[in-house]
């Protein structure tokens, strides 16, 4: 049986409260006492586009930082090409991109090419394999004409494409996005949908597994979906397969759907 892209088992993750003013003299060592992820547990295969959906504090930001080796799990386990993220670290960065819709950390003075010429050496990439990699990647992107450009005159859709640019040089297998759409407008995104989808899926095979609030992008784009609710995964199903599970019309009425039964039932971590 071939490896999964992704594989979370039972992962849990637990962060101290927020605590200030005289509350942080006090409790200097608080506990782990606030849940972000409840024993989550999916698993995507290669090739495969899944989008994690919830409202804001759900867990998907966290547990995308997980795999991206940015946070460690309180328990379970995550890997990304069978490399335990948190016991394999440097083999599991080598499988994946990340890219969020947020601030990239590009520097504005500088040109894109000067921008990924830093964050290829950051890859261990340097020399004409830096230069030839930076040059198929943006030609890939659709920014090679404006590579010598300070990134700073790049407009909000060119900045997305030199992120995406930035996130692909070492050639990962897995991207992970977290909610990278949230800042274009509805031309821009569509055409960042398209270039996940046609460019990046289905013509070079790579798994996509995307955080998203947009719920027509997920019915776009996602095979299927991983609904968290207060750290809890509620279900694990195509778009199509969440519809006739709950008898709704639309993926917004199964996942409030969803949703509200869990809230009846009283059942938060």
Known sequence: MPTAAISVQNLEKYFPPALSGWRTLLHPFAQATVCALAGVSFAVEPGEVVALVGHNGAGKTTLM??????????????????????????????????????????????????????????????????????????????????LDRQVRTYSTGMRHRLGLARALLHGPAVLLLDEPTRSLDPLAAAEFRHLLRDELVRRRGTTLLFASHSLAEVEEIADRVVLLDHGKMLACDSPRGLRAATGAATLEAAIAHLVHQRTATGAHP
């Open 65 to 146: 930082r997980i795999l991206a080796t940015l946070v460690l799990p309180t328990r379970g386990r995550a890997a990304l090409g069978g490399f335990d993220v948190a016991r394999d670290t440097e083999s599991a960065r080598g499988q994946f991109g990340y890219h969020t819709g947020g601030d990239e950390g590009f520097y504005g003075r500088l040109s894109g090419r000067e921008n990924l010429t830093f964050f290829a050496a950051m890859n261990n990439i340097a020399g004409p394999e830096a230069r030839e990699k930076i040059d198929s990647v943006a030609a890939w992107m659709g920014i090679a004409d404006d």
